[in-house]
């Protein structure tokens, strides 16, 4: 055991009937930002999974025009969206699922390298 | 399950935590692997911090704090720093994990800060060779 280790049954993702609106919010949200993130691969990898995660489709090919700074500044508000969604959730699970896509995405502005 | 078992439940798991950094901090050298010791010493700070945190929500409500355990079963070695750094990133996951429950548990003030120590603990997963993941804590959406 290395502390915070008790065993736990996983949550699946199971919206309550108040959350529909909010998780097309959400999908709405991902899609837009992975369109401004589209030039880098990892953030574009975890935003197709984190939109099959909910259920939703992946985004279709496309291409970026957007700057390093533009991309980091869109993630963080997407990171605070994610957040700020998650505490909006009725159903725990789901607010478990959002909570988990915010810290991927705070670990991505956290590692070293260009966002471009 | 109430969000006051649920607080209890992760201040147990903290309680852990700091006993586990506490132990890997005595076997770090701040001279010959000084970036690594950093981490462990910020990662001991934080999770002391988490818990003393918890404590006082705990108290504030008028509840009795689970108390930390004398020991904990460590599970794995400790005298590398490859160990160090290995434990110290399976600490952080496991907590994640702890942490990513508690969103899912509670509501309001305490979700807020349940989703705040998720998000630290997965940027401090990437000071002991982490790499990002998909979903922190919630791992199980990775296979979908």
Redesign the interface.
Known sequence: ??????E?E????TPADGDGALVDDVVAQITAVAAVAANVT?LA??HA??L??LDASPPGPTTSTATGPEVRAAERAH?RYL?EA??RAES??L???L??????V???L??PGRLA | MSDVEALQ?TL???H??????GLLGGRTSASATPDLYRAVSTAYAA?RGLRDQLVRTLTDRGETPVAAEPA?????PTNTPAAVAA?AL??EQ?????Y??L???TA?DE??W??RA??E???R??AFRGT???????G???D?
């Open positions: 055991m290395a502390g915070c280790g008790t736990r996983p949550a699946p993702h990892r990898a975890m999974a984190h099959a995660a990171q957040v998650a505490l725990g699970p607010a478990r699922l909570a988990s896509m915010s810290a991927a705070s670990q991505q956290a590692v | 439940t147990a798991a903290e852990a935590a700091v006993w586990v950094y999770h904990y079963e460590v599970g794995g434990l399976e600490t496991a907590c994640a994990a702890t990513s429950w969103v899912a548990n309001s979700r807020r349940a989703i998720l998000n603990a997965a940027v997963e990437l990002p993941e998909m979903f922190p804590g919630a199980e959406h990775a979908r």
